[in-house]
């Protein structure tokens, strides 16, 4: 089976932009959950998806925000860029069902974020 | 809220050292336990998880045991080898106030081992 895989790997905006990264779940998965990664703030929970429906939210600004696909195909879009916005942004899918279970989650390889 | 400490690094071996990566945690419920290990320019990989108290995980001769009466869930290693140099964080996910895909992370331990 393919892995998560996440597009682009590598990107460089300037600070007012906005941005939209791709995560592409492994088949068969319908969990898809965002995460932001810096050196300050380490790993932080952004939010999670699941069947096109927002399942879960961590304590980021409404600049971030993001959506999912009935392929499962979720993206996020981070509007009025700031120079903290730079970051490793990873996703993970899951093939949770809802069914009270702990499954496992799998990362992609990341989105690297430059903001100028 | 919930939250996970692990010792801080880089922790730096020698090649067969035994290794030990301490992690605490705190919550609210009866979290799942997880150490991921992130190797340079990737993303994170699941190296093994604990789902209730004293269940252990191993994979790969990494062990940790879950231990509910001191919140725990520390990550050894009997012999280090140098491709095992790696940033390794110790998450938790608690279903009754964060949900099952929602992980906690600690901040990061880095090991170098060295030949």
């Known amino acids: 089976k393919a892995g998560v895989t996440q597009t682009p790997r590598y990107l460089i905006k300037t600070r007012g932009q906005q941005v939209t990264l791709s995560c592409s779940p492994i088949s068969g998965h319908r969990s898809v959950s965002w995460y932001q990664q810096t050196p300050g703030q380490g790993l932080q929970f952004l939010f999670e998806?699941?069947?096109?429906?927002?399942?879960n939210k961590g304590n980021f600004p409404g600049r971030f925000s993001g959506r999912q696909f009935s392929n499962s195909r979720s993206e996020m879009n981070v509007s009025t860029l700031e120079l903290g916005d730079s970051a490793l942004y990873l996703c993970a899918s899951s093939g949770n069902q809802g069914r009270g279970k702990q499954e496992t989650q799998y990362f992609g390889p990341g989105t690297r974020l430059l903001v100028l | 809220g919930n939250s996970v400490t692990q010792m801080e690094g880089p922790v730096t071996l020698s090649e067969e050292a035994f290794l030990t990566i301490n992690c605490t945690y705190t919550a609210t419920g009866y979290p799942s336990l997880f150490w991921y290990v992130q190797y340079p320019g990737e993303g994170l990989q699941l190296l093994l998880k604990a789902t209730k108290a004293d269940d252990k995980g191993s994979n790969k001769g990494f062990e940790a045991t879950y231990r509910k009466e001191t919140t725990s869930f520390h990550l050894e290693k009997g012999s280090v080898q140098v491709s095992d140099s790696a940033v390794y964080f110790c998450a938790l996910s608690d279903p009754f106030s964060g949900g099952y895909n929602k992980l906690i992370f600690g901040a990061g331990t880095r090991l170098a081992v060295h030949p």
């Open positions: 998806y699941f069947s096109e429906t927002q399942r």
